[in-house]
């Protein structure tokens, strides 16, 4: 089992930045790939960012190329996600999850863990 929970969600203003905290406990962090998603209501949950178990390998959607980055401290059993130049489309709940491999790290399928979201609110 891996326990994950986000923090460092929270409202901010176009253009501006927040970075996003996921902190997991239990099996060994290290040995995981480590995704990051979001979802606003209505909607399905959509792929953002992904690591590998390493950090020397990191995969993002188009849509936050150039402005999210992916980052990960396994002594800290910690991923990251710090977001720049945000925009209201970026508005939606963020969660992290754990995937044993990374091969599909786009694909929430492939995620054995998730933590429980953290909500990200960007005003225009």
């Known amino acids: 089992q891996v326990q994950l929970v986000e923090s460092g969600g929270g409202l901010v203003q176009a253009g501006g930045s927040l970075r996003l905290s996921c902190a997991a406990s239990?099996?060994?962090?290290?040995?995981?790939?480590m995704g990051w998603f979001r979802q606003v209501p209505g909607k399905e949950r959509e792929f953002v960012a992904a690591?590998?178990?390493?950090?020397?390998?990191?995969n993002y959607a188009d849509s936050v190329k150039g402005r999210f980055t992916t980052s990960r401290d396994n002594a800290k059993s910690t991923v990251y996600l710090q977001m720049n130049s945000l925009k209201p489309d970026d508005t939606a709940v963020y969660y992290c999850?754990?995937?044993?491999?990374?091969?599909?790290?786009?694909?929430?399928?492939?995620?054995?863990?998730w933590g429980q979201g953290t909500q990200v609110t960007v005003s225009s």
């Open positions: 239990g099996r060994t962090f290290s040995s995981y790939a």
């Open positions: 999850a754990a995937d044993p491999y990374y091969s599909r790290n786009y694909d929430e399928t492939s995620y054995d863990y």
């Open positions: 690591i590998n178990w390493s950090g020397r390998s990191t």
